[in-house]
């Protein structure tokens, strides 16, 4: 039988010719991304003493900008004293910053092909394009970052096969909803997305879904290279993409047809994301919010505030509901500021915001106090993720977001747009 994708990226980064299920594979990682996170937690960073390849680790500062406490402050000020240590050729401050998943893509970190580690679990965003992404535990990540060394077991795969296109206000979003809910989790197991109806879903989708794998638990998450993700990277990289393709006869755990057409605006309901979601026809409960937001990795892209922008014009957002949107990265915030984006939202009565993880894992700029009710277009929505344990998080789209924060409950954006009675 032949080789699945990321079996193939597994293969070639441990020096081998072929990976068998259950081996281990010891990989040399491509690149590592370094964090503000990790710095920050007592006990948990240890001052490395070498870095494998000063070209190979990048710093980016992400989940708490600008430093909203000391620890935080002094957690960027290490990060920067070990940059210039080792004299990294990769590092995004303050002001050049972003949530890392959204800048690794920016800025052609994330290449086809090839193997990515970073200590975070959303780190499967680099699958979007074709490069094996995988968030590790902080000891690992100084292993990769110190002897270029890291290990993964080899797991099966699920392969998903696209058809057809989204209808309107329907986003990738919705399309991993209605994977998780169908399907539920995918734990020791990683997903592949391929199949002709790829071709009609932009890289913003991809990059959404392939981030949102991690909420069911997919070892690894990657999309089949094609024109979209070569359209998308012109200009970007600094050497030539190295796609990686299944075999024809490729051996997975299942394949399963999803047809694009077919899929609806979901909702996901407090407190897990598989096998607990509603199609939002369907939804009839008037769920009255107080904070809809818009950011962190999964959807603080440009195209996610177009559609957020689009949805509000002109309106206002309704009494008692904080709509909070957080640009994905300085880029994203500069040209939404260029697209008048942010004079949309601001006019419509949203509070737009430094770019950062901010509201997504409950941190700073949006945390929900016991009892509130929040519509997020961000990952997740476990007890406590985006403040107290006794809030209430519901997922959605950027449109079901922008839309619900419009009307004060929860609500389909295809009714705002008027597609539907």
């Excluded at 010891?26 to 003493?49: F, K, N, Q």
């Excluded at 000063?54 to 500062?61: D, K, L, W, Y």
């Excluded at 058809?163 to 998780?180: N, T």
Aim: net charge neutral.
């Amino acid at each position: 039988m032949g080789a699945t994708t990321i079996e193939k990226i597994l293969a070639r980064t441990s020096g081998k010719s072929v990976v068998r299920l259950g081996e281990v594979a010891v990989c040399r990682p491509d690149i590592v991304v370094h964090i503000d996170l990790p710095m920050a937690i007592e006990g948990a960073w240890y001052r490395p003493a070498k870095v494998f390849d000063p070209e190979r680790v990048a710093v980016i500062f992400d989940h708490a900008v600008p430093s909203p406490s000391i620890k935080d402050a002094s957690a960027m000020a290490e990060g920067r004293r070990f940059a210039r240590e080792f004299g990294l050729k990769h590092v995004f401050d303050v002001g050049q910053h972003g949530i890392s998943h959204v800048v690794a893509a920016e800025q052609g970190l994330a290449r086809p092909g090839e193997l990515l580690v970073c200590a975070d679990s959303h780190t499967c965003a680099s699958g979007a394009l074709n490069c094996a992404g995988r968030g590790v535990g902080i000891p690992d990540a100084l292993q990769a970052i110190t002897k270029g060394m890291v290990w993964y077991l080899v797991t099966p795969t699920i392969r998903y096969e696209f058809k057809g296109e989204l209808g309107p206000m329907v986003s990738g979003k919705d399309v991993f909803f209605h994977i998780a809910h169908t399907y539920g989790g995918h734990g020791g197991a990683s997903v592949e997305y391929g199949g002709p109806g790829i071709r009609a879903l932009a890289m913003s989708d991809r990059r959404t879904m392939a981030t949102m794998s991690a909420e069911i638990g997919a070892e690894f998450a990657i999309f089949d290279y094609d024109e979209v993700t070569a359209d998308y990277l012109k200009g970007r990289l600094d050497r030539p993409a190295m796609p990686a393709h299944p075999d024809a006869d490729a051996d997975y755990l299942d394949v399963r047809t999803v047809d694009l057409a077919g899929v609806e605006p979901y909702v996901i309901l407090p407190h897990s994301v598989p096998r607990n979601g509603v199609r939002l026809s369907s939804f009839d409960q008037k769920i009255r919010i107080d904070q809809a937001f818009i950011g962190s990795c999964a959807n603080g892209l440009i195209e996610d505030l177009r559609v957020a922008a689009n949805i509000v014009r002109g309106k206002k957002v309704a009494p008692g509901v904080r709509f909070i949107v957080t640009p994905g990265s300085q880029a994203v915030y500069l040209q939404a500021v260029r697209e008048g984006l942010f004079e949309i939202l601001v006019e419509a009565g949203a509070v737009v915001t430094n770019s950062t993880c901010g509201a997504c894992f409950g941190y700073h700029m949006g945390v929900l106090a016991p009892g509130e009710v929040c519509i997020t277009a961000s990952p997740r929505n476990f007890k406590g993720r985006m403040g107290s344990p006794e809030a209430s998080v519901y997922l959605g789209s950027p449109a079901t977001v922008a839309a619900s924060a419009l009307t004060g409950v929860i609500t389909d954006p295809r009714t705002v747009a008027g597609l539907r009675g």
